[in-house]
């Protein structure tokens, strides 16, 4: 692995992040651009890494070693995973300014969330793997979430995609790229199962960090 990979500055923005995004391009625009790609429902499809950033993770998660990876993590949906906090801390931290600088903005202004910023938000963030001998699907479920970015991280299995009952989609988003979705009554969904290789995604429950009085 490379470095540089763990330390975000000038250089890992240019690395590691899909250029739709680091365009440089006014955040209004670029956000105009991703509600381009509307698939559903307020469900869209958001370019977020680069390959080169797939390709970093996708090989660190291959060789981490197995009893890493948790199985119950979560009550009635557990999900093969390891938080991003304990895959690698720096790693982590990286994201945080991912998540604040270039994905929190646009979800914000894709969704109309007025009234709050960026940093009102906090993260889940974990690193999932579906395969044939431990979890090869979910089961349709709501995420905790107030909404969830699903990001694929590889596209060298058979099967799977991000499946969404009420609205009938099942989506295979390239690597890097992510869909992004409400979660909660509206937005139920599952992952389908794969069929040969290991799939790999990262997820990111965004919720408020005061809850809003209604
Ligand atoms: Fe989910």
Known sequence: MQSNFLRYDD???HNYLNPILSS?????????????????????????????????????????PEQNWTKGRHEHYPT??????????????????????????????????????????????FL?????????????????????????????FLGGGTYFKKYNLTLQPQPGWSVLAPSLVTHKHGARPISEGVRYMLISFIHPIVQPAY
């Not at 979910?138 to 590889?154: E, K, P, V």
Request: glycine share 2%.
């Open 80 to 125: 093969n995973d390891i938080l991003l906090k304990d895959f690698d801390a720096r790693l982590y931290e990286v994201f945080q300014s991912v998540l604040q600088k270039w994905l929190l903005p646009h979800a914000l202004n894709i969704y109309q969330i007025a009234g709050k910023k960026a940093e009102d938000f906090a993260d889940e963030t």
């Open 128 to 156: 999932v793997r579906y395969t044939i001998e431990n979890q090869s699907y979910l089961d349709t479920h709501m995420d905790s979430s107030y909404f969830t970015f699903n990001t694929a991280l590889n596209n060298n």
């Open 11 to 13: 250089n890992w923005i």
């Open 24 to 64: 440089g391009a006014p955040s209004e625009l670029v956000s105009e651009e991703i509600e381009k790609n509307t698939v559903g429902t307020d469900i869209h499809l958001m370019p977020i890494f680069s390959q080169r950033f797939c390709d970093t993770i996708t090989k660190m998660a291959s060789e981490m």
